[in-house]
Antibody, heavy 120, light 109 residues
Framework: QITLKESGPTLVKPTQTLTLTCTFS??????????VGWIRQPPGKALEWLAL???????RYSPSLKSRLTITKDTSKNQVVLTMTNMDPVDTATYYC????????????WGQGTLVTVSS | EIVLTQSPGTLSLSPGERATLSCRAS???????LAWYQQKPGQAPRLLIY???SRATGIPDRFSGSGSGTDFTLTISRLEPEDFAVYYC??????????FGQGTKLEIK
């Protein structure tokens, strides 16, 4: 059974750096093809893909946010970490992590999401 | 960058009716790389369709996907009360890698 869960601060101040952790079970990020991605959703708005890391440490980023994002993995801990720098109120959103079973496959398992509010 | 445009923005139908949701891409999308998700309030999205027409595990057969190139469709043959939600299409094969559409809200008429 695959599960994912996001954790991190619920409130950050403008200009601060956000660090979110995705802790998962039921699969290994050392298995060939597997990937974990991050997606966010501002309140009442659409989904936006942010980043993705594969089993071989190949990393992909949304072009519009690439300069602010870093995605890393800790295979031994079954965790993926996303950092986003220079947070702004427009970054207020629910942040999800999700599993992809192979390269060029959609997200088939999602975490419950964590709401991050950016406010001074 | 491939932009996905979904229509209509809101679709009002009654249980038992047929729903047809559209997703149009700004450039051709390999039909192997188009997915549909369902999202209910307060919940994470759920994968319904991948590869344009393959149902994900556990998805009822009243959900079907079709299309190729730049035009894709999600059809719900007979709406059940639990089907009223927001639906998103996604392409996952071209840069940027995982573009989502803006969503279609399916509401009870």
């Amino acid at each position: 059974q695959i599960t994912l869960k996001e954790s991190g601060p619920t409130l950050v101040k403008p200009t601060q750096t956000l660090t979110l952790t995705c802790t998962f079970s039921g699969f290994s990020l050392s298995t060939s093809g597997v990937g974990v991605g991050w997606i966010r959703q501002p309140p009442g708005k659409a989904l936006e893909w942010l980043a993705l890391i594969y089993w071989n440490d190949d990393k992909r980023y949304s072009p519009s946010l690439k300069s602010r994002l870093t995605i890393t993995k800790d295979t031994s801990k079954n965790q993926v970490v996303l950092t986003m720098t220079n947070m702004d109120p427009v970054d207020t959103a629910t942040y999800y992590c999700a599993h992809s079973r192979r390269r060029w496959q959609p997200f088939d398992y999602w975490g419950q999401g964590t709401l991050v509010t950016v406010s001074s | 960058e491939i932009v996905l445009t979904q229509s209509p923005g809101t679709l009002s139908l009654s249980p038992g009716e047929r729903a047809t949701l559209s997703c149009r891409a700004s450039q051709s999308v390999s039909s192997s790389y188009l997915a549909w998700y369902q999202q209910k309030p307060g919940q994470a999205p759920r994968l319904l369709i991948y590869g344009a027409s393959s149902r994900a595990t556990g998805i009822p057969d009243r959900f079907s996907g079709s299309g190729s190139g730049t035009d894709f469709t999600l059809t719900i043959s007979r709406l059940e009360p639990e089907d009223f939600a927001v639906y998103y299409c996604q392409q996952y094969g071209s840069s940027p890698q995982y573009t989502f559409g803006q969503g279609t809200k399916l509401e009870i008429k």
